[in-house]
């Protein structure tokens, strides 16, 4: 052997390059920027939600503006809509006005008030209308307008005007009016009348004329109910849309009148507080719902609802607030929701009624006997007996948020008890706002649950038949077929579910259910006599490849169960007219009929079948591979000791594919649970709880891409949509490192095998 073969190798033939080592040093640096990188991006993006979402959370802030002394014990007071320039009226011929920023006082006279003596007063806020009763008996009212003074284009204070309406005579009156109220919703209005003399009337008034110039009042009807009610009158209070009367005695018990048409009906009678007398009794804006505080302090709120569909709206208790304390009880309903500003003595709460919350409570250092809240919700007045006035600045821009509004069940206004729901606009001004985030949540597990449950079986016994039985000459053509179906656009898929498949099978549900019963039932019955073939006959075809047979059979089941449903919808689903008795074949008339629940066209079933096509290629190719990847060495041995085909997939490929196939199974939920376009176009999108089959969902993914479009920047809706978006990743967060860690212990238990 020569001596250059006996020479050791050259050390430095193993040295890296340093062009090697400092490349890898870079991307080493460069790995872990980007991993900070994008962990600092997902920061920046919960920062940026939670300063959106943390504002719904936050109580009101009232912080005092300005005080002055009218010189006046006011009886009323009002304010213009920014809230700059209250009034006082204590029953004479002239107003008080009262500059908020300067503190000067201006006197106005009301016209036609020389030779007329007011006994009785009240005000409603959101007309700026004072009623008036006279000593002669006549009722009448005045109207206090403000009109806003530029400077160019910026607003220097506000010119406020005084209108006199008519005077209204009722029948057979003589003696003073002792207490009236006035309600008006512009078409009608409502008058509540108590004399001197116990006479009580309730007169219904139709405003006649066109949109524009003066409308002329017409008196429909005037009905005296002195008869109808016992006990002495403690409160008179009529609602904003003209329809009803309240009156309350100094028993606490309250009667409830409603007009319609030319009639005036008693309906009711309740008592709101127990066996207190009430001490304020007032309604809120809207006038469907009351507020009652009696003398002890307890507080409640009553509003009308059905007690069934066939049944008259009667008042019944729906929310009971934190007792008001003890003293002079003081009371103002905001003129743009539901929120209201109450107390007693020197202290003070507003308080939100649809959700029940007390935003904001503290002590005044003058004793209130009138308060009143602008137009705007931007401030409120309070004034006492000498004349003392204190304004107040209200920020509450989410009144109607909080933990309780967004997953407590709320009663609202006109339903019969309480409930989740999401309704985030309304057709009027009156509307209570829904903010309930359960439905939408519900929604998205329903949603998630249906399309996993049918997806799931499908992509997974395909997966195992993929792997373990079907010849490899056929995978070459479908698991790549099947792969490809991942990359259909999901709208594409909704805008078939929507126009397509949804009006499809709403007329074939017999069909499709009998298609689930006779595609298994032909599949297991070949296969008891494919087993019981002899075995030379069997043999004859490779095995896997008995998938050749089976498909016409599947076909075959198929197309029975498709021609033969209307058959079945003949003979097991009819619908017996309830009115006429007729009978007639309809899946969806007997499915609301018999279990009383809804049937759409887009529902569940539809999400089913169409999100299989959008969850099975994920699951079945993840599934798949991790099933191909089982050594062989472990298939052959188990082959080798006497193992059939299903023998070695259920001992042996199952428990070692467990942790690729549970991945496959949760990647798979993560795309269902945030589809979104499917879930719009093929569910109806309605915010409904039921897990019915054939009634649709709204999903938290589906509710923000329809309306975080049109929600205002910084509005409650638009903050309470980024609230959705936190549940949402919070509910993906949490099963995704359950199924973490699951996945990690079945990795655990099988690592040795």
């Not at 009218?70 to 213009?80: M, Q, R, S």
């Not at 509540?192 to 309730?202: E, Q, R, T």
């Not at 209201?340 to 503290?362: H, I, M």
């Not at 001004?429 to 949603?447: N, Y």
Request: with cysteine; hydrophobic share 50%.
């Amino acid at each position: 052997m020569s001596s250059a073969m006996k020479q050791p190798p050259c050390p430095k033939r193993f040295d890296v390059s340093k062009a090697t080592l400092w490349f890898d040093r870079f991307m080493g640096w460069a790995i872990k920027c980007v991993g900070i990188g994008v962990i600092l991006a997902v920061f920046g993006i919960f920062c940026f939600i939670g300063k959106e979402v943390i504002p719904l959370f936050q109580g009101a802030k009232v912080e005092q503006a300005a005080s002055g002394n009218a010189k006046a014990a006011p009886i009323v007071i009002g304010v213009d809509e920014w809230g700059k320039m209250p009034f006082f009226y204590s029953g004479g011929k002239t107003l008080t006005f009262l500059d908020g920023k300067t503190g000067k006082e201006a006197m106005m006279a009301i016209p036609g008030l020389e030779e007329v003596t007011v006994t009785a007063m009240s005000y409603d806020a959101l007309h700026g209308r004072v009623a008036l009763g006279l000593s002669d008996g006549r009722v009448g009212a005045f109207v206090v307008k403000y009109e806003r003074v530029f400077a160019g284009d910026t607003a220097i204070g506000v010119k406020p005007s005084v209108a006199l309406e008519p005077w209204l005579s009722l029948q057979n009156v003589t003696s003073a009016v002792k207490s009236l109220s006035y309600g008006d919703s512009g078409a009608f209005a409502i008058l509540a009348v108590l004399h001197g003399d116990g006479k009580l009337a309730i007169a219904r008034i139709a405003n006649k004329g066109g949109m524009i110039g003066e409308k002329t009042r017409v008196l429909l009807v005037e009905s005296d109910v002195s008869s109808e009610v016992n006990g002495e009158i403690a409160f008179l209070r009529a609602s904003q849309n003209g329809e009803m009367v309240l009156l309350a005695d100094h028993s606490g018990k309250v009667t409830y009148f409603q007009a319609s048409g030319s009639k005036i009906a008693k309906r009711q009678e309740f008592f709101p507080c127990g066996e207190y007398a009430l001490a304020q009794m007032d309604f809120l804006f809207g006038g469907v719902s009351v507020v009652c505080t009696s003398v002890d302090g307890t507080q409640e709120q009553w509003s009308l609802y059905r007690t069934s569909e066939d049944a008259q709206r009667l008042f019944g208790r729906i929310k009971s607030f934190a007792p008001v304390g003890e003293g002079p009880k003081t009371f103002a309903a905001s003129q743009r929701n539901r929120m209201f500003l109450t107390g007693a003595g020197r202290e003070l709460s507003l308080r939100y009624s649809t959700s029940g919350a007390q935003r904001w409570q503290g002590s005044m250092d003058i004793d209130p006997v009138a308060v009143v809240i602008d137009a705007k919700g931007k401030s409120f007045w309070v004034a006492s007996s000498q004349g003392e006035v204190r304004n107040f600045t209200i920020h509450d821009p989410h009144p109607d948020a909080g933990a309780r509004a967004f997953f407590a069940k709320v009663w609202y206004e006109g339903g019969d008890q309480a409930v989740h729901q999401w309704q985030s606009s309304g057709g009027s001004d009156d509307f209570e706002t829904k903010f309930s985030l359960v439905p939408l949540i519900f929604g998205s597990l329903k949603g998630t649950t249906y399309a996993m449950l049918f997806s799931v079986p499908i992509a997974l016994l395909a997966a195992i038949f993929s792997a373990a039985f079907l010849p490899l000459q056929a995978k070459r053509i479908i698991k790549p077929t099947l792969e490809i179906m991942s990359s259909l656009p999901s709208v594409v898929l909704g805008f078939l579910a929507g126009l397509w498949l949804a009006p499809l099978l709403s007329d074939r549900v017999p069909s499709v259910l009998l298609m689930v019963v006779l595609i298994p039932s032909f599949v297991l019955l070949f296969g008891y006599f494919w087993c019981r073939l002899p075995l030379v006959f069997r043999n004859r075809f490779e095995g896997g490849a008995e998938w050749l047979i089976v498909l016409p059979i599947i076909v075959l089941a198929g197309l029975i169960g498709w021609w033969g449903g209307p058959f079945l919808e003949d003979a097991c689903f009819v619908f017996t007219d309830p009115q006429s008795g007729e009978k007639m074949a309809d899946f969806g008339l007997w499915w609301r009929q018999v279990t009383g629940t809804s049937f759409q066209q887009r529902n569940s079933l539809v999400l089913g079948f169409i999100m299989g096509f959008a969850v099975i290629p994920v699951i079945f190719t993840i599934a798949e591979d991790a099933l191909s990847n089982v050594p062989k060495n472990l298939t052959a041995a188990a082959f080798a000791l006497g193992a059939n085909r299903w023998q070695v997939v259920w001992s042996v490929m199952l428990p070692v594919a467990a942790s690729g196939i549970f991945s496959a199974l949760m990647i798979g939920l993560g795309r269902a649970v945030g589809e979104t376009m499917i879930m719009v176009m093929a569910t109806g999108n309605t915010p409904i709880m039921e897990w019915n089959l054939f009634s649709g969902m709204r999903t938290l993914s589906a509710n923000l891409a329809v309306e975080l479009p049109e929600a205002a920047v910084g509005s409650t809706h638009y903050r309470t949509l980024f609230l959705g978006a936190i549940v949402l990743f919070s509910m993906t967060f949490v099963l995704n490192t359950l199924a973490e860690i699951l996945r990690q212990r079945l990795r655990e238990k099988y690592k040795l095998v």
